[in-house]
C-alpha cells in the first residue's frame, strides 16, 4: 500500500487491513487514536491500533508492521461505563476514538454514553479533580525526591508536574490530546518562560537536534540491550521518533522538537525503570550516556527550583479552574 491522497483515510484503510489479515480471540471492537482518530493524520503520522477484548487482561502495547508500515497495536479489556464515570480523566481518550472496527455496535454504544458522561457537569467536574490530582501527585513526587536526597529525580518529578499542568490545560482549553499542540498551548501561559528559565539545559544551543535525536537512539538501544521494556526500547520507535522530529523541523519549530527528544528519554527511563530512581538509574549508566541524558536537558533540582515549579502549575491550574467557573 503506498500513501496517497488523505493521510487519515489512508489509515484506517491499512487498520482495516490489518484485522482484515490477523486474528484476535475475544476482540470486540478496534478503534484508531492520535492524528489518525482526530482526522489529523500527515505524513509523519503512525498508526495507533487500539483493540477493545473481552475479559479483564492488563493492557499491552506491541510494534507491529504491515506492508513496511508501523502500527503501535494496543489491547485492553473492554471497559465499562461505570469505569468511565469512576475515572473520566482517564478515559478523555474517547473524544478522539475513531471506530474501525464494530461488528456488534458494542463499541458505539459505549462511546456515546461514554462521551454524555463526560460533556455532564458531574463528568466535568470530576476530570478537573482527577487532572489536578495528578499534577499535586507530581509535586510530591518531586517534595519526597528532594528530602531523600534525590535531586535527578526530583528534576523529573518537577518537569512531569509541568507537563501535566499543561496538558490539563490543553484539554480544557483546546479540546485536544495531541502531544504536538503542547508546546503552542504552552506558550500561551504566561507562567512559560518563567519555567523554561527553570531548565536552561533543555536550550543549549551548542548541541544540535540531530546529535540529540542520536543521544536518545543511544539511551534506547542501551535499555534494548539490558532486557528493558520491549515496546519502548524497540528499533522501529527511533522510525517514528525521527518523523516527528521532521514534522517540527519542517515546521520549523524548534523548541518543540527539544521538548520531543526531552520527553523521549523520559518515558524510556520510566517504561524500564522498575521502581529505580532516576538518581539511582544514572548513576548506573556509562559515562557517555550519563553525558548524553545531560545535553538532552536531564538535570538536578533543589528547594528553590520545586517551589518555584509548584507554583507555577499551580497559576495554570488555577487558569483553568476560574475559567470553568466563568463558562
Known sequence: MERKGDFTDFFLNLAELYLKQNSFPGM???????????GEADMYSDLDLNL??????????????LDRHVIQLHAHAFPSVEAVKQEPWAFRFVKEARCVFDPDGRFREWKEEAIRFLDSQEGKRKMLVQARAVVDERKRWAEESLQSGQTKTAWLAGVSAWLDAVIMYAWFEKHSLATGKLVPAMRELSAYREFVALI??????????RERFQDVSAYRRYFREAGGDEFASAEVQDLLLERKLERHIREGDEEAARWLLLTEAAWLYLSSSEEESLDEHIAQLPLPLQEKLGKIGFSEADADMIRHISGLCDEVVETVFQRRKEE
Do not use: C, H, K, Q
Not at 471492537?29 to 492524528?35: D, K, L
Open 28 to 38: 470486540i471492537s478496534a478503534y484508531a487514536g492520535g492524528s489518525v482518530g482526530r
Open 52 to 65: 477493545f477484548l473481552e475479559g479483564s487482561a492488563p493492557a499491552t502495547s506491541e510494534n507491529r508492521v
Open 200 to 209: 536552561p539545559g533543555m536550550y543549549n544551543d551548542d548541541y544540535n537536534l
